[in-house]
């Protein structure tokens, strides 16, 4: 039994010989939000790092973007963030009047949300803008405003979700196969208590 | 593939260091259930901890990535050759997740990735085993997933946000392969005496590090130790066992699979097996019994001694070697590209 | 047109297959980086255009087996009829592959290679593909024009990565530059003609000629390979030596196949 080519004949170099390269760093982060409807709100999907803006966009598109029906993404370079706890902070603040996406946390542990968006003079005016005018932000545990023409997002006809079959990569593509296989197996009665497992499991 | 587990999160006395206040804070702040978020007031102990738990564990994701990605290229079918590839790639998004979660607490990926291959840090013990057939990768992620998923089920109910964020996005993913590994393994059942005598051998060897996934029998008093005080763990290893193999052991006797106790030479592979007379339900208490699996190997394989630790390592290393030159030439990029010609 | 001629029917099936194994036999290569490839958001990303290429060669052969088989199934789309589709890609003889060299080749465990040759493969496709959205038989044009879009975004993620290393670090452009070197050449095996590709061509099944395809292909390669600063001469061999699209491999093409049928192999009737 032979492995791939690449797994069986890879050069190896001797584990105890240090290695050849020096260290260099991590390329930027970018959060990557996704909206998962036409129309609907971009919600935190996570990050990644990328060279630029224009990569990570479609570095996004292929990750983040295929874990479920999707209909746009957007990508934000960590340095254009502004957090209301100070975990970030804006590394050029923008002209004053620019426009400012508004993302909020409910609380601790949620998702960033983005909910809406505000004219202001620079971060803490928009924050302020934000908490005074966004819907949920007043309250929020944290908020994040961006400068939107920093916010590099795929155009409405870009393909992200793909046009084959891709129930392959999606636990509800083997459900139903895997019920029919089960029942040869076990009763209907044994089948629905091992269903209710599943669920408290989320399998 | 969660490898949080078993790692054996150890949280040294720098506690009594702290200013006692702001701990008396933190630990009220566990005691309610609230979550931590990464720019929140921590121990030391507590950012180190969760730092070696989420870098472990997202070292165990791209390892992990490992074992299965040698039979993408023997997939039997279109459809299984896609699933394998999008499940062996979704192990990368799940490492590159976790390692965002770590360098936030402190450390850069590049100095993970150098650490992992020179066998500075460990990553999940379950990797170190090798995959011989076609039925190993359906077991890996009918057994190993399904054990991943039930651990890190109740890791997203720990305290620490940006971890627990993950876990709940990663476990969403993880149902797929789940449901993946559970279909292959219903069809070779259902197949031919060839496919189910495979399935069979390789539920024999995947059987014991199943049940080891969890980690080794708690420590007396687990509850009270840091990392399940501090909620980084939330349920006991020996309770997760035991849900485990109540899920899994009549499941694999009504498919026809026999349970073993296994004896295993130094390359993984099998060399003696009897049946497993545990392996009934007690009546009284409802719950599956199960003989021990073998700790010495267990720990054996966590010092570096496993079927395939070095091979595991030495892959790694290469595609962080040949890669190099690929990172360094994008590095602090954002400025732009020159103009289209 | 909804039905093949009889008399056509021989020469439309190779056509299907000499895409759908091109697209199988890259997403195949490509596929076993999963888990290797440098960066691990590159890593993910070029996994997932390995799947859309073996996807879009389950829809072919999918199409395939119900334009061979009329009767069996009257579905010719995607994963209509999965056994037959999985029947024509792991269970043929070599010498049916249709596939060009370009794609079978080894990579060499070099990412730049592997890179490359996407490259030049999806311009190729996107162009190979945008002629077949043109057909006269309906489903293979609906088709053809669905996987267009997806072929397009591939073209985009590897000319992104194709002016980034070759505008990078000295070391990238050399490697680059290398593997430019070391494939141009090949490359041209993608436009050699299957047998009875002039056939279909003239029944407007497969509309446009080869010389028309190979300069939309330029075209398309150029300006992305100025930007990149790396070079390349390409030329249209006008009567290409028997390769691979006329069932002609390399030992090693027997090889890989072994390797890619091994499990299918041990019980070609089972399920999986």
Redesign the interface.
């Known amino acids: 039994?032979t492995?791939?080519?690449i797994?069986d004949h890879?050069?190896?170099?001797d584990?105890a010989a240090?290695?050849?390269?020096a260290?260099?760093?991590?390329?930027?982060?970018y959060v990557v939000f996704t909206q998962l409807r036409a129309n609907g709100p971009f919600l935190y999907?996570?990050?990644?790092?990328a060279?630029?803006?224009?990569?990570a966009l479609l570095l996004a598109r292929d990750?983040y973007g295929r874990?479920q029906v999707c209909t746009a993404v957007r990508v934000i370079?960590r340095a254009d963030l502004e957090s209301s706890?100070?975990?970030y902070t804006l590394a050029m603040p923008p002209p004053d009047g620019t426009e400012w996406l508004v993302a909020t946390q409910k609380?601790?542990?949620d998702?960033f949300i983005e909910m809406g968006r505000v004219r202001a003079a620079g971060p803490a005016a928009a924050m302020d803008a934000a908490r005074a005018s966004v819907p949920g932000a007043a309250t929020a545990h944290?908020i994040w405003v961006i400068p939107a023409d920093r916010a590099v997002t795929t155009a409405p006809d870009d393909l992200i979700w793909r046009t084959t079959d891709q129930t392959?990569?999606?636990?509800r593509?083997?459900?139903r196969?895997?019920r029919e296989?089960?029942t040869?197996?076990?009763d209907e009665s044994?089948l629905a208590e091992?269903e209710r497992?599943d669920l408290t499991?989320?399998? | 593939m969660s490898g949080s587990a078993n790692e054996g999160v150890v949280v040294d006395p720098m506690i009594r260091e702290e200013d006692p206040q702001r701990l008396a804070e933190f630990e009220a702040k566990m005691a309610r259930g609230?979550?931590?978020?990464?720019?929140d007031w921590m121990p030391k102990a507590y950012r180190d901890a969760m730092l070696r738990m989420a870098e472990h564990h997202a070292n165990s994701e791209?390892v992990g990535?490992?074992p299965e990605?040698?039979w993408?290229?023997?997939?039997?079918?279109?459809?299984?050759?896609?699933?394998l590839?999008?499940?062996?790639?979704d192990?990368?998004?799940h490492?590159?997740?976790l390692?965002?979660v770590s360098?936030d607490l402190g450390k850069?990926?590049?100095?993970m990735l150098?650490d992992l291959?020179?066998?500075k840090t460990k990553y999940h013990n379950c990797f170190n085993y090798p995959v011989?057939?076609?039925a190993d990768i359906a077991m890996i992620q009918w057994l190993i997933d399904?054990a991943a998923?039930?651990n890190q089920?109740t890791l997203a109910d720990g305290a620490y946000?940006p971890y627990?964020?993950?876990m709940k996005?990663i476990?969403?993913?993880e149902?797929?392969h789940?449901?993946?590994g559970?279909?292959?393994v219903?069809?070779?059942?259902?197949?031919?005496p060839?496919?189910r005598g495979m399935c069979q051998e390789a539920f024999d060897r995947w059987w014991g590090p199943a049940l080891m996934f969890f980690g080794p029998p708690d420590k007396p008093g687990a509850e009270h130790l840091p990392p399940m005080r501090w909620r980084m763990k939330t349920v006991k290893n020996d309770e997760l066992r035991r849900r485990f193999v109540n899920?899994f052991a009549p499941?694999a006797i009504?498919?026809?699979l026999r349970i073993h106790v296994v004896e295993k030479d130094g390359h993984g592979s099998v060399i003696a097996k009897r049946p497993d007379e545990r392996a009934v339900r007690d009546a009284a208490t409802g719950d599956w019994g199960y003989t021990e699996p073998d700790w010495n190997e267990f720990f054996r394989v966590i010092r570096g001694h496993g079927p395939c630790n070095?091979e595991r390592?030495?892959?790694r290393?290469?595609?962080?070697?040949?890669?190099?030159?690929?990172?360094?030439?994008?590095?602090g990029?954002?400025a732009?590209?020159?103009p289209?010609? | 047109m909804q039905t093949i001629p009889a008399d056509l029917r021989d020469d439309f099936v190779r056509l299907l297959l000499s895409v759908a194994d091109d697209k199988?036999l890259l997403g195949?290569r490509n596929?076993?980086w999963?888990?290797?490839?440098?960066?691990?958001?590159?890593?993910?990303a070029f996994?997932?255009l390995?799947?859309d290429e073996?996807?879009h060669?389950?829809a072919l052969?999918g199409l395939a087996a119900s334009v061979s088989h009329p009767d069996a199934r009257a579905g010719a789309d995607a994963?209509g009829d999965?056994p037959a589709?999985?029947a024509l890609?792991?269970g043929r003889p070599a010498a049916a592959y249709l596939c060009a060299a370009f794609v079978e080749a080894d990579d060499g465990?070099?990412?730049a290679v592997a890179l490359v040759r996407r490259f030049l493969c999806d311009a190729f496709d996107a162009a190979r593909l945008q002629r077949l959205s043109g057909s006269g038989f309906a489903p293979l044009a609906h088709l053809a024009a669905r996987l267009l879009r997806e072929e397009r975004s591939h073209l985009e993620h590897a000319s992104g990565w194709l002016?980034?290393?070759g505008?990078?670090?000295t070391?990238?452009a050399a490697?680059m530059q290398a593997a430019l070197d070391r494939l141009a050449p090949a490359a041209m095996t993608l436009f050699e003609p299957f047998d009875g590709e002039d056939r279909v061509a003239s029944a407007g099944l497969y509309p446009g000629d080869r010389a028309t395809m190979f300069r939309t292909w330029r075209a398309a390669v150029e300006?992305v390979l100025?930007?990149a600063g790396l070079t390349a001469a390409f030329t249209l061999d006008p009567d290409p030596p028997r390769g691979g699209r006329r069932g002609v491999h390399s030992p090693a093409f027997s090889a890989q196949l072994d390797?890619?049928c091994?499990?299918?192999r041990?019980?070609p009737e089972?399920?999986?």
């Not at chain 2, 609230?34 to 720019?39: N, P, Q, Y």
């Not at chain 2, 993408?72 to 699933?83: D, E, G, N, V, W």
């Not at chain 3, 999963?34 to 993910?44: K, Q, S, V, Y």
């Open positions: 039994m492995m791939s080519r797994r890879f050069p190896r170099t584990p240090p290695l050849a390269s260290p260099m760093g991590d390329l930027d982060p999907a996570g990050w990644l790092e060279p630029d803006a224009e990569m990750h874990d370079h706890d100070g975990l609380r601790p542990g998702i944290v392959y990569r999606l636990a593509g083997y459900r196969d895997v296989k089960w040869r197996f076990r044994a091992y497992d499991e989320e399998f | 609230d979550l931590i978020e990464a720019d791209i990535a490992l990605g040698e993408i290229t023997r997939a039997p079918s279109l459809r299984r050759k896609l699933a590839t999008a499940k062996v790639q192990e990368v998004g490492g590159q997740m390692y965002r360098q850069s990926r590049d100095d150098r291959i020179t066998g011989p057939t076609w399904g998923i039930m089920k946000g627990v964020r993950t996005r476990n969403m993913e149902a797929f789940f449901r993946s559970e279909d292959m219903l069809t070779l059942m259902s197949g031919t060839l496919q899920r499941a009504d498919l026809g070095a390592l030495a892959l290393r290469f595609s962080y070697e040949q890669g190099h030159w690929v990172q360094q030439a994008v590095l990029r954002r732009g590209l020159p289209a010609a | 199988l195949h596929s076993d999963t888990g290797l490839a440098p960066i691990l958001e590159e890593d993910i996994s997932a390995a799947q073996i996807a060669a389950q052969y994963s999965a589709a999985d890609a792991f465990f070099d990412w002016v980034r290393l505008r990078g670090t070391e990238s490697r300006p100025a930007r390797e890619m091994e499990v299918f041990l019980a089972a399920a999986w």
